[in-house]
């Protein structure tokens, strides 16, 4: 799919990987419509690439409607969705003070998982209404964000592993509900990346992570998620498929 003049929506895209997403499907041509919880930072980001920014919950059923009903409004039907938004709470299952507060595993779910789905179904029902950009009869692309955690989860990830697990396991399914309707589905999980959760941990930690990597041994670029975003969105046979972007990293379990 060619981006030129398409419109895409990044969730999360305030910062991080969406926000280097945003920043690199503008550089082809989209036109970007940011959705993020902090929708001050998500317009200003919006203002200097060009585009929008919206304060939306992505775990909101209602929140996401009205953000992509803005979307149609202000640029045009979206053909394009990133997944970026996300959270991550470590806590082991039973630890000091007891078993893990239910509460805190199901929210690391409703946001990461649940507002995955709650994306792609409204986008999709929106994308499947627009006319096929190519030959093809491609209608949209969906990029969803899962983990390295989802494969070797680490000691307290429970939760987190979960939610991303359950983002790998739900691609090659919802790929085939959609491929009536032309819209490709694929998901990035990527390893060890400098994002602003990880820019809060100390330098010499960050070094110590990044040396952990086979090769290169260093934190991934939120540049090259947008990157291999891109390709994705450009490469047509890129389908159902899930890709890990870790430099060969297997994470133990601490």
């Known amino acids: 799919m060619d981006l030129k003049g398409l419109v895409a929506i990044v969730t999360g895209g305030a910062s991080g990987l969406g926000a280097a997403t945003a920043r690199e499907l503008t550089s082809a041509g989209a036109k970007c419509a ?13 203002a200097e690439i060009g585009g929008i920014g919206l304060k939306v919950d992505v775990s909101n059923a209602e929140s996401v409607k009205a953000g992509i009903e803005a979307v149609v409004s202000k640029l045009g039907a979206p053909r394009v969705l990133v997944n970026c938004a996300g959270i991550g709470r470590a806590g082991r299952t039973v630890g000091r003070e007891g078993a893990l507060p239910l509460e805190q595993f199901a929210n690391v779910i409703n946001v990461n998982l649940i507002g995955t789905f709650n994306c792609i179904r409204l986008f999709a029902a929106e994308a499947s209404r627009s006319q096929p950009v190519n030959e093809d009869g491609e209608r949209g692309v969906i990029i969803n ?11 307290g990830q429970a939760a987190y592993s979960a939610s991303k697990g359950g983002v790998v396991g739900m691609t090659l399914p919802i790929a085939r509900d959609l491929m009536d309707v032309g819209i490709r589905v694929c998901t990035i999980a990527p390893g060890l990346f400098h994002t602003p959760m990880m820019a809060g941990l100390p330098e010499p930690i960050q070094k110590s992570l990044g040396a952990s990597v086979p090769f290169p041994k260093r934190l991934g670029s939120p540049t090259e998620y947008g990157k291999l975003a891109r390709h994705i969105i450009e490469n047509p046979m890129l389908n159902g498929e899930t890709i890990r972007l870790d430099g060969a990293l297997r994470m133990a379990p601490k």
């Open 34 to 46: 940011l959705f993020d919880m902090n929708g001050d930072l998500a317009e200003k980001v919006g």
């Open 145 to 155: 964000t899962a983990s390295v955690a989802a494969f070797d989860g680490q000691i």
